[in-house]
T-cell receptor, first 110, second 110 residues
């Protein structure tokens, strides 16, 4: 069965600083990988996805992620964050169904 | 036009009561899910239906019963509510890639 580990439960950063949210997955088969964002009191919104092809995936709001098969990682990055990026971020892996990591709370401070 | 809609958005009820949450998707997807998000934001898969048939039934108490009258609808009925059922319940639909989520239904059991 597949599983996902998000290595940081909370990441505080200052505005305009770069950020990386780490995600590792475990699976014995090829999977699809996703990052979702959840703003307070809202549902989950897709940031980006890796299905196949280029290992560097660009998403909405300036985020990107790199699929690394040898390290079984799918870390999310943004070169310069804004206050409005403050939210909960979820990494997810899909084979037959979608499994989520525990989430990383990104807090952007002025 | 909302792709995945859930009703009601908020439910406050007493222990022991029975309640239902409805979900509808207009995306033409074959597969729908229910997820439970606890107070620590952890997302746990509960059920998955594919074209009205139950595919996944995780370790969920029998008090929870999903029903899919057609592939565009997946409802969740909960009997004999307990304090621990308090959570946000998310409905989602998918075809082959990412999940599309509803806005969530916040259930509070007093």
């Amino acid at each position: 069965a597949q599983s996902v580990t998000q290595l940081d439960s909370q990441v505080p950063v200052f505005e305009e600083a770069p950020v990386e949210l780490r995600c590792n997955y475990s699976s014995s088969v090829s999977v699809y990988l996703f990052w979702y964002v959840q703003y307070p009191n809202q549902g989950l919104q897709l940031l980006l996805k890796y299905l196949s092809g280029s290992t560097l995936v660009k998403g909405i709001n300036g985020f990107e992620a790199e699929f690394n098969k040898s390290q079984t990682s799918f870390h999310l990055r943004k070169p310069s964050v804004h206050i409005s990026d403050t939210a909960e971020y979820f990494c997810a892996v899909r084979y037959n169904d979608m499994r989520f990591g525990a989430g990383t709370r990104l807090t952007v401070k002025p | 036009d909302t792709a995945v809609s859930q009703t009601p958005k908020y439910l406050v009820t007493q222990m022991g009561n029975d309640k239902s949450i409805k979900c509808e998707q207009n995306l033409g997807h074959d597969t729908m899910y229910w997820y439970k998000q606890d107070s620590k934001k952890f997302l746990k898969i509960m059920f998955s239906y594919n074209n009205k048939e139950l595919i996944i039934n995780e370790t969920v108490p029998n008090r929870f019963s999903p029903k899919s009258p057609d592939k565009a609808h997946l409802n969740l009925h909960i009997n004999s509510l307990e304090l621990g059922d308090s959570a946000v319940y998310f409905c989602a639909s998918t075809q082959t890639g990412e999940l599309f989520f509803g806005e969530g239904s916040r259930l509070t059991v007093l």
